[in-house]
C-alpha cells in the first residue's frame, strides 16, 4: 500500500495545525475537470454606486431572458454575475481568459475548459505559443483560476493596503447567490449565443490580451499629439508601477503594460529617441515605483523596445490617479482637437429622391450548410479565425496564410492591396473593344513595346543568363520494402542499395563584366542554411546585376523579363533537388510548367527585392543530344576546353567520406 514520506507526514500534520480552527465555507468548482463547460464571468466596476450596478445587473439579466437562453445564473460576491454555458465549437486559448472585454461598467472573463487537467501547458509551452506577447501576470492566472466558486458559498471581504500593497481580509462576509436552478439545468446555450445575446463580439476570445487585438486593428492609427503625450507622462506621479503584478481596481500598473504604452507614443511623427529617452529617465523616477519595479526597470525596457499597445492607456492611468491635473492640463487640448476637426470636416450622405438616407451596400461572409431538406445560414464574423487566411479586402479574392512563423505574411498582404487598389480591386481586366488573341505579344511587355511602334529591329534577345549543375553522391540504404515474403516481415519483395543525394553546385554567371563562377558543397552547410540555400540565395544577389545588364540603355523601354538559370537535363534531375528551397519566408513559385517527374520551367519571384528567376531546361529548345554535343554547337568554337569534358568521380564519392577527399 501507498504511505506517506517522513517529510510529507511533517507537512500534512503542519497544515492540519494551521486550519485546525477554520471551518469550509462553501465549494469551488475545478474548471478542468469539467470538459465542455464555459462560465461568463461579469466583474461589474466596484467603484459605481449601488443603484447603478443593480441596475447594470438588471439590465443584463434582461438580454438574456429575452434572448430565451438555457445557462445557469449565478450573482457573486460583490454583484456581478456567473453565467454558466457550454463551450460549444470554439477553441479557446487557455482555462482562464481574463478581461476578454472590458469598458466603464464591467469586465469580462471566461473560464472554461480549454485544456484538462492532465493537459494543462506550462508557462513555457504558451511563452512559446504566443511569442512573448503575454503578460507575466498570466502565469498565476492560467494556473489559479481554474477554481470556480459556486452558489451558496460565502467569503470575507478584501480591502487594499496601500502601505503593504496587499489585499487583507474585513469582517464583513459575502455569498454566492443562484438566480435559477443551476445545479439542475441540461442542454445549456453555447457560448457563442451568450456572446450574440448581450452583443459582445465572439472574436476577442481567441486572443489573449485585448491590447493586442487593438495593436492590429489600429496599428497606425494614433490620434494623439506630441503636447498630450508630454502632459500624460508629467502626470503619472500618483501611480504606483509593480514588477509584474498590478490592481486595476485601484487603478495601478506593472511595468509591461506601462512600457507597452509608452513605447507606442513612437508612432506619433515628432517623437524621436532622444524624446523616449527622456520620458524612460522621468518614469523612472516615479515615487510610485516599487524595489522590484527599479531592480528590473532596465532588463524590463530592453525586453519590450520592440512591442507595444496603445497610449491610450497613459490617458486612463492619468485620469484615475491625477483627476484635477487631468481635468487642467489635458482635457483643454481635447477640447481644441474636437473644435478643430468639426470646422475642418465634410459630411457627406448619400440620400434618394425622397431625401431619405441611403445605407452603402456591405459585405459580409456567410457559409451554407445543407442536410437533407433543411439549409442554414451561418454568419462567418471572422474569416480569418475561420479558414487561417487573411483575404485582401479590396478584391477579397487574394489570400495568404497567417501561421507564417516569421511573421511575414502581413508584408505579403500590404504589398498585394497596394497592387490590387492600382488595378481597382480587378483581377482580370477586360477590355471594352474585341482583340486579338496575341499571348506572345502581350505577354512580354519589351516586344509589345516594340511591336506597337513597328521598331522590332530594336528588339534583341536576352543576352546575359545564369547556368547551374548539381553533383551528386551515394547514400546507403540497405532496406527492404513492400510486400514481405516471409512470416517474420524482415524481407520484403524489394530491397533499395543507396539513394542519390546532393554533393554540390556550381554555376556560371554571364554578365557585360565578363563570366563568374561560384560553387557551394555539403561542406558549407550550417546551422542556419544548407548549401542549396546558400545557392539560391547567391543567386538571387547575382541575379541582380545580370538583370540590369539585360535592359535596354532607353528608360523608356519596359523590361519584365526574369533572369534565366539554365540547366542541362534540369528537367528529370538536378530541380529534384532545388524544389523544396524554392518556397520560403524569402521567395515563392509564381509559374510552374511539367510535373514532379519532368519540371520544364519555374519562375521563382524574392519577396524582397522584386527579382524573378526562371529555372529552364536547355533540353527544352534542341533536338535530344548529349552535354558535349550541345557544347559544339552553342559553345563558342574559340573555346578550346568545350571539346574536353572533365570525368567527376562519382564512385569515390559517399556520404561518409566526402570530407576525407581532396
Known amino acids: 500500500p501507498w504511505k506517506l514520506t517522513d517529510e510529507e507526514k511533517i507537512c500534512v500534520e503542519a497544515y492540519k495545525k494551521e486550519h485546525q480552527y477554520q471551518e469550509r465555507t462553501g465549494l469551488a468548482i475545478n474548471i478542468a475537470k469539467c470538459p465542455f463547460l464555459a462560465i461568463v464571468d461579469i466583474d461589474i466596476n466596484k467603484k459605481l454606486e449601488k443603484s447603478e450596478r443593480t441596475a447594470i445587473r438588471e439590465e443584463i439579466l434582461k438580454k438574456i431572458e429575452d434572448s430565451k437562453l438555457n445557462v445557469g445564473l449565478v450573482e457573486t460576491a460583490h454583484g456581478g454575475l456567473h453565467i454558466y454555458c457550454n463551450t460549444g465549437c470554439i477553441c479557446l486559448d487557455n482555462n482562464s481568459m481574463v478581461a476578454v472585454i472590458s469598458n466603464e461598467k464591467y469586465a ?83 457560448l457563442a449565443d451568450v456572446f450574440g445575446s448581450l452583443n459582445f ?62 513605447n507606442s507614443l513612437r508612432k506619433i511623427p515628432e517623437v524621436d529617441e532622444a524624446f523616449m529617452n527622456e520620458i524612460y529617465d522621468s518614469v523612472r523616477e516615479l515615487p510610485g515605483l516599487t524595489v522590484k519595479a527599479r531592480e528590473n526597470f532596465n532588463s524590463r525596457r530592453q525586453q519590450l523596445q520592440n512591442k507595444s499597445s496603445s497610449p491610450y492607456y497613459l490617458q486612463s492611468l492619468v485620469k484615475n490617479t491625477n483627476q484635477v491635473y487631468y481635468n487642467e492640463n489635458f482635457l483643454p487640448t481635447l477640447v481644441k482637437k474636437v473644435d478643430s476637426k468639426q470646422s475642418h470636416q465634410q459630411i457627406s450622405v448619400n440620400c434618394d429622391e425622397n431625401n431619405a438616407i441611403k445605407e452603402e451596400p456591405r459585405d459580409f461572409n456567410i457559409l451554407l450548410v445543407h442536410f437533407r431538406d433543411k439549409f442554414h445560414f451561418l454568419y462567418i464574423s471572422d474569416t480569418q479565425a475561420l479558414t487561417g487566411l487573411a483575404y485582401c479586402p479590396v478584391c477579397k479574392l487574394h489570400a495568404v496564410k497567417v501561421n507564417d512563423k516569421l511573421g511575414n505574411w502581413n508584408r505579403d498582404l500590404r504589398k498585394h492591396i497596394e497592387q490590387c487598389k492600382l488595378n481597382k480591386g480587378k483581377q482580370v481586366m477586360l477590355s471594352g473593344n474585341q482583340i486579338p488573341f496575341a499571348p506572345h505579344i502581350t505577354g512580354n511587355k519589351t516586344y509589345e513595346y516594340f511591336w506597337s511602334r513597328q521598331e522590332l529591329q530594336n528588339f534583341k534577345p536576352t543576352k546575359y543568363y545564369i547556368t547551374y549543375d548539381f553533383e551528386t553522391m551515394e547514400e546507403q540504404i540497405n532496406k527492404y520494402f513492400g510486400k514481405s515474403v516471409n512470416k517474420d516481415n524482415d524481407i520484403c519483395n524489394s530491397f533499395q542499395n543507396s539513394a542519390l543525394v546532393p554533393l554540390s553546385v556550381a554555376s556560371t554567371i554571364k554578365t557585360k563584366k565578363g563570366i563568374k563562377t561560384i560553387y557551394f558543397d555539403v561542406r558549407s552547410n550550417n546551422n542556419d542554411q544548407n548549401f542549396i540555400e546558400q545557392w539560391i540565395d547567391a543567386l538571387f544577389e547575382e541575379a541582380k546585376q545580370v538583370k540590369a545588364d539585360n535592359m535596354y540603355d532607353d528608360i523608356d523601354v519596359p523590361y519584365d523579363i526574369p533572369v534565366p538559370v539554365l540547366g542541362f537535363n534540369s528537367a528529370h534531375f538536378d530541380m529534384i533537388f532545388v524544389l523544396p528551397y524554392l518556397t520560403s519566408y524569402k521567395q515563392h513559385i509564381t509559374n510552374y510548367l511539367g510535373d514532379f517527374s519532368h519540371i520544364k520551367r519555374v519562375e521563382v ?32 568554337k574559340t573555346n578550346k576546353r568545350s571539346d574536353n569534358k572533365g570525368i567527376f568521380p562519382y564512385t569515390a564519392f559517399n556520404t561518409t567520406n566526402y570530407n576525407e577527399i581532396r
Request: aromatic letters at 10%; charged letters at 30%; proline letters at 2%.
Open 605 to 636: 519571384h524574392h519577396k524582397i527585392t522584386g527579382v524573378r528567376i526562371q529555372f529552364l531546361d536547355a533540353e527544352m529548345f534542341v533536338t535530344k543530344m548529349k552535354l558535349k554535343e550541345f557544347v559544339n554547337d552553342f559553345g563558342k
Open 201 to 262: 463580439d465572439i472574436n476577442v476570445i481567441k486572443y489573449k490580451r485585448k491590447a493586442y487585438h487593438e495593436i492590429q486593428k489600429n496599428a497606425d492609427n494614433i490620434d494623439l499629439t506630441y503636447e498630450q503625450a508630454v502632459i500624460l507622462i508629467n502626470g503619472l506621479d500618483n501611480v504606483i508601477v509593480h514588477n509584474y503584478v498590478s490592481n486595476k481596481d485601484n487603478n495601478e500598473a506593472s511595468l509591461f503594460t506601462l512600457f507597452l504604452s509608452i
Open 108 to 190: 469580462v472573463d471566461i473560464f472554461a475548459c480549454a485544456y484538462p487537467e492532465n493537459d494543462m501547458p506550462s508557462w513555457d509551452q504558451l511563452r512559446m505559443k504566443y511569442d512573448d506577447k503575454v503578460d507575466r501576470n498570466d502565469e498565476n492566472k492560467i494556473g489559479k483560476l481554474r477554481n470556480v466558486v459556486l452558489p451558496f458559498s460565502k467569503i470575507k471581504d478584501k480591502s487594499h493596503d496601500k502601505s503593504s500593497h496587499r489585499s487583507i481580509a474585513t469582517s464583513e462576509v459575502l455569498e454566492y447567490n443562484q438566480l435559477n436552478q443551476v445545479f439542475h439545468m441540461k442542454n445549456l446555450n453555447s
